[in-house]
């Protein structure tokens, strides 16, 4: 028996070289800062506090009084109230209390 022949044929690869580096070392340093101070300054302001106070509610009536005569009144004729020039409404007598509010209602 006869063993044939073994060729062996080698193939070279190529390794890259790896070579050492020398990379500069950066480490982190603190730098002192001079940081000014802040001052705060409180003002206290007033605040109006709304208060509840009961006022008594008034009233407006009108009325009419008699006027005292003087003598010298009593020899002059009382005038009507369209010759004074108060306005009157109309409908109503010059006396009423309504005749001597314009527009009233």
């Given at each position: 028996?006869?063993?044939?022949?073994?060729?062996?044929?080698?193939?070279?690869?190529?390794?890259?070289?790896?070579?050492?580096?020398?990379?500069?070392?950066?480490?982190?340093?603190?730098?002192?800062?001079?940081?000014?101070?802040?001052?705060?300054?409180?003002?206290?302001?007033?605040?109006?506090?709304p208060k509840?106070?009961?006022?008594?509610?008034?009233?407006?009536?009108?009325?009419?009084?008699?006027?005292?005569?003087?003598?010298?009144?009593?020899?002059?004729?009382?005038?009507?109230?369209?010759a004074k020039?108060?306005?009157v409404r109309?409908?109503?007598?010059?006396?009423?209390?309504?005749?001597?509010?314009?527009?009233?209602?």
């Amino acid at each position: 028996m006869e063993v044939p022949p073994i060729e062996h044929v080698g193939h070279q690869t190529h390794v890259p070289l790896q070579k050492h580096h020398h990379m500069p070392v950066i480490t982190a340093a603190q730098k002192f800062v001079d940081v000014p101070k802040m001052e705060y300054v409180d003002r206290l302001v007033k605040v109006p506090v709304p208060k509840r106070i009961q006022v008594p509610t008034t009233r407006k009536d009108v009325v009419q009084m008699p006027v005292p005569r003087t003598p010298e009144d009593l020899e002059e004729p009382e005038e009507p109230a369209e010759a004074k020039g108060l306005p009157v409404r109309a409908g109503c007598s010059p006396s009423s209390p309504d005749a001597q509010t314009p527009g009233g209602s």
